[in-house]
């Protein structure tokens, strides 16, 4: 085995943590962000929503099951979120260098440096997260023996962009066609859908839709700020004007609340994790969920017949938003969560439910 390189953690308020390289040996800059579930790093890493950002884990141990292998089902990845690693960088306290899963296809480390990903472990991740929970999420570049590179802010671009596909692609051949706006699409949301007799018709993130044929309309989570994505929030509030059931989910959430005139902020250092309380409003049943983003929308903002849905009970943000009389709701969390919790999975049969009810 090699040996590892110098490698440090700089912030932009000039904390510096010192570690090893594990990953690719190059130097990256993102934002800084933390996660504290204790399992799931695959899906975690090509999750589309953490486009452009350093991911740390709180979880002392990573790398220790590997990395399973490519297997597709429905032509996904059965393994993964997306098709490729998104995050710009992962910081660690200890990396396992040996792994062992019935599944393992390779090392973390090598996935990593095959994809050109850095990555530092020996880094005290508790007092690191412990500052970016003072400061809130700041920029930050992980520095590979002393190979500076600039500043970067993903929040400046349109990241949803990046990350969306090309082309209209269909899986499936149910009976009930969806109509799946991808903003940076989590693979286990097509898995989800398609367990319910669907046909999930995935479009571009600014594809115009409004002459298409479609049963119901879900918006998929994504990256970045949802004040960049106009052309999706045109489209987006044309189809609220009509009455088949519409469900959003994460960015998708927030793209529903900005439509129907409330507006969005940025959190102070997000929700990462698997470990999410809400409760649901109207009846007062509490829910474990699995979380990722950094913007929230405004419900004492919301205009019209539309009012919250779920509320985080931590910190008492907004996790959902409803329409008091048409079928249209959205989620700031994930209910298609893999590796879990799966408590809010009924969701999606609650959007058939109401595809059923409206045809």
Same mark, same amino acid.
């Given at each position: ?108 480390? =090598?996935?990593?440096?095959? +994809?050109?990903?850095?990555? /530092?472990?020996? *880094? $005290? ?5 412990? !500052?970016? %929970? ?33 082309? =209209?692609?269909?899986?499936? +051949?149910?009976?009930?066609? /969806?109509?799946? *706006? $991808? ?5 286990? !949301?097509? %898995? ?168």
């Amino acid at each position: 085995m090699a040996k590892a390189r110098n490698a440090r953690l700089i912030l932009e308020n000039g904390k510096e943590f010192s570690g090893r390289s594990f990953g690719f040996p190059g130097s990256v800059a993102g934002e800084v962000v933390f996660n504290t579930a204790m399992t799931g790093y695959p899906e975690s890493l090509t999750d589309p929503s953490y486009k452009g950002q350093i991911l740390v884990s709180t979880f002392p141990l990573i790398g220790n099951y590997g990395v399973p292998n490519r297997e597709t089902e429905n032509g996904l990845l059965k393994f993964f979120e997306s098709d490729r690693i998104h995050i710009s960088g992962l910081v660690i306290s200890d990396y396992s260098f040996e792994h062992s899963h019935w599944n393992a296809e390779q090392s973390l480390g =090598k996935w990593l440096t095959d +994809n050109k990903v850095p990555a /530092i472990f020996g *880094v $005290d991740t508790r007092a690191l997260t412990k !500052i970016l %929970r003072e400061y809130g999420c700041m920029l930050g570049k992980i520095v590979i023996d002393d190979q500076d590179v600039e500043w970067y802010d993903p929040n400046a671009e349109n990241l949803v962009d990046q990350v969306s596909i090309k082309e =209209k692609t269909i899986y499936g +051949n149910g009976k009930h066609r /969806i109509m799946l *706006v $991808d903003c940076g699409v989590k693979f286990n !949301i097509v %898995r989800s859908l398609l367990k319910y007799d669907t046909t999930i018709v995935r479009v571009p993130w600014n594809y115009d839709y409004s002459n298409e044929t479609y049963d119901g309309l879900f918006i998929s989570n994504g990256p970045g700020d949802p004040a960049i994505c106009q052309s999706a929030i045109h489209q987006l509030g044309q189809a609220m004007t009509k009455e088949q059931p519409i469900f959003g989910i994460c960015l998708g959430s927030q793209l529903l609340g900005i439509a129907s005139g409330a507006e969005t902020y940025k959190l102070k250092y997000g929700h990462r994790s698997h470990n999410q309380p809400v409760i649901q409003h109207g009846t007062n049943r509490c829910f474990v969920t699995s979380q990722n983003h950094g913007f929230a929308v405004d419900d004492h903002k919301l205009k019209g017949d539309y009012e919250p849905y779920f509320t985080n009970l931590n910190d008492q943000t907004c996790e959902g938003i409803r329409h008091k009389s048409k079928p249209i709701f959205a989620t700031q969390f994930h209910p298609e969560a893999s590796g879990g919790p799966t408590d809010t999975a009924f969701l999606f049969e609650q959007f058939i439910d109401m595809i059923k009810k409206t045809k």
